[in-house]
């Protein structure tokens, strides 16, 4: 249980450095790129605006869970629980079989409208395959 | 996999979410292994044993499965 504790403090810190980084991210899209096309803006400063709102929600929290035990312990439940972790493994490997299809039907779609989408799709799959092959050979060895 | 989970839990007198913190489980997963829709891990079986002071084997009914 404390090493829990530590790792949610460790979290929390993690938290409030990712999001100051995307707070500075903001200024930059605003500031330095502020000539750039509207659309490469306003993506940038959604995601870094999204982002940041993301994290400070979950910095709040886990600090506020660590301040209660009571609710500590059930985030420690909750997190430890087997069947809770079973489930989040299998969500996993469903979603990534589905998304993996689905990206390889749009790619193929793509290609009869846009050579850079497709391409761009390509490069995805490519990447995604890459990291899964990867996750998989450290996992083999670790385990 | 069957259990006696259920019938134990009640024979004790022992609600679902006292069985849950005793094991250090979310409430769900005792739902889940009472109804037989999940397996406990030999850790979870390990500590439901000695929670009911039995062996494994006389909580948890072994058939014939196909896994084994």
Redesign the interface.
């Known amino acids: 249980m404390e090493a829990f504790r530590k790792k949610l403090e460790r979290r929390v810190k993690l938290y409030a450095l990712v999001g100051a980084l995307f707070s500075i991210m903001i200024i930059v899209s605003v500031r330095v790129f502020k000539n750039a096309n509207d659309y490469s803006q306003g993506t940038a400063l959604g995601f870094c605006c999204g982002s940041c709102g993301v994290y400070l929600f979950m910095l709040l929290k886990n600090a506020a869970v660590l301040r209660d035990e009571e609710k500590l312990r059930r985030l420690y439940i909750e997190t430890t629980d087997e069947r809770n972790i079973a489930i989040a493994k299998e969500t996993m490997s469903t979603s990534y079989a589905v998304s993996m299809l689905v990206l390889v039907a749009v790619c193929v779609i793509s290609g009869f409208f846009s050579e850079t989408v497709s391409l761009t799709l390509g490069a995805v799959i490519i990447v995604l395959a890459v990291v899964r092959l990867s996750a998989g050979i450290y996992y083999k060895r670790k385990m | 996999m069957k259990n006696r989970i259920q019938e134990l839990r009640k024979g004790r007198k022992v609600t679902q979410q006292e069985l ?2 005793a094991l ?3 409430r ?2 005792i739902i ?1 292994l009472e109804n037989g829709r ?1 397996n ?2 030999l ?2 079986a390990h500590k439901a044993a000695q929670f009911f002071n039995m062996t494994i084997e006389e909580i948890f009914i072994f058939e014939n499965e196909e896994n084994l």
């Open positions: 849950a913190d250090n489980v979310t769900q997963t889940s999940y406990a891990s850790v979870l």
